[in-house]
């Protein structure tokens, strides 16, 4: 079953202590995505990254990470979570024609 | 730049009503538009996509999605609402060419009323 897999799908951290989101794709898709979603603001692109080794900022990057150095893989870094970063966080990726398959989620509280 | 609005952050039909919502877009080349459904605690996922083929787009659930270049609109509809319409819908636009980014609307939520 093709499937976009991310974890932890729920956490809540403190302020400043560092913390990944890990995605995983068994589509074989080339473009992976990191989105956040929050109440009328629809979705935001933070990072992207059309092949390995290739990443690029998307519209809300400040205080994210990313890194790609594997096909299948694309984890979301916060080096230093600020409470505006709580958010629902989308792992995703783009097939041919622009169809995007998202994860599940991750709900990331910072307090 | 492109850029989607969707008219209603909240809608409210009752069961088997016409579902209506709508969705309007700025592009300036010929862009591919999709409808996105998203259930509680729930990722995204594709009802429908547009791109350039039949103006008249039939989805999963019963939707469809009509594209009007006239009036830059990709309104989503379904005949009878059913309970289990209950979600989030997010319309989204892309150029037309492949791996091209992909703008997201806001979103509608979608109440039905038994």
């Known amino acids: 079953e093709a499937q976009v897999t991310q974890n932890p799908r729920y956490l809540i951290t403190v302020t400043g202590k560092k913390l990944t989101v890990t995605c995983s794709q068994n589509m074989n898709h080339e473009y992976m995505s990191w989105y956040r979603q929050d109440p009328g603001l629809g979705l935001r692109q933070i990072y992207y990254?059309?092949?390995?080794?290739?990443?690029d900022k998307g519209d809300v990057p400040e205080g994210y990470k990313v890194s790609r150095k594997e096909k299948r893989n694309f984890p979301l870094i916060l080096e230093s979570p600020s409470p505006n970063q709580t958010s629902l966080y989308f792992c995703?990726?783009?097939?041919?024609?622009?169809?995007?398959?998202f994860g599940e989620g991750s709900w990331l509280t910072v307090v | 730049a492109q850029s989607v609005t969707q008219l209603g952050s909240h809608v409210s039909v009752s069961e088997g009503a016409l579902v209506l919502l709508r969705c309007n877009y700025s592009?300036?080349?010929?862009?591919?538009l999709f409808w996105y459904v998203q259930y509680p605690n729930q990722g995204l996922q594709l009802l429908l996509k547009?791109?350039?083929?039949?103006?008249l787009v039939k989805g999963i659930n019963g939707f469809e999605a009509e594209f009007k270049k006239s009036e830059t609109s990709f309104h989503l509809t379904k005949p009878s609402a059913h309970m289990s319409d209950a979600a989030e819908y997010f319309c989204a636009v892309s150029e037309g060419t492949s791996y091209d980014k992909v703008i997201f609307g806001p979103g509608t939520s979608l109440s039905v009323i038994p």
């Open positions: 547009y791109t350039s083929a039949a103006t």
């Open positions: 592009s300036s080349v010929p862009p591919y």
């Open positions: 995703a990726t783009q097939g041919a024609g622009n169809t995007i398959y």
């Open positions: 990254s059309m092949n390995v080794e290739v990443t």
